[in-house]
Nanobody, 124 residues
């Protein structure tokens, strides 16, 4: 069982930056693929970024590539999402998720555990 708690959301102006954190409970954090997803009002939850269990592989949605960076610290049981050059269309609730499937994946169904989400609002 893994419990995930996101933090770091807030209100920022377009062009600004925010850093999200996701703290995980449990002793097996380093065995999970970790992903970030987001959901805007009236839209489906969409993939943002993923990092492999070791941290050696990452993958990003085209919409955030070059602006966002995912990282993890397995000693601290934490995954991060650094968001730069934010746009109004990045406004959403951001969720971190843990998946036990081998290899990085963008599919929501491959993730077993989800956090409660943190709101990110970008004003234009």
């Amino acid at each position: 069982q893994v419990q995930l708690v996101e933090s770091g959301g807030g209100l920022v102006q377009a062009g600004g930056s925010l850093s999200l954190s996701c703290a995980a409970s449990g002793r097996t954090f380093s065995s999970y693929v970790m992903g970030w997803f987001r959901q805007a009002p009236g839209q489906e939850r969409e993939f943002v970024a993923v990092i492999s269990a070791s941290g050696g592989n990452t993958y990003y949605a085209d919409s955030v590539k070059g602006r966002f960076a995912i990282s993890r610290d397995n000693a601290l049981n934490t995954v991060y999402l650094q968001m730069n050059s934010l746009k109004s269309e990045d406004t959403a609730v951001y969720y971190c998720a843990a998946g036990s499937k081998r290899g990085i994946t963008m599919r929501r169904d491959d993730y077993n555990y989800w956090g409660q989400g943190t709101q990110v609002t970008v004003s234009s």
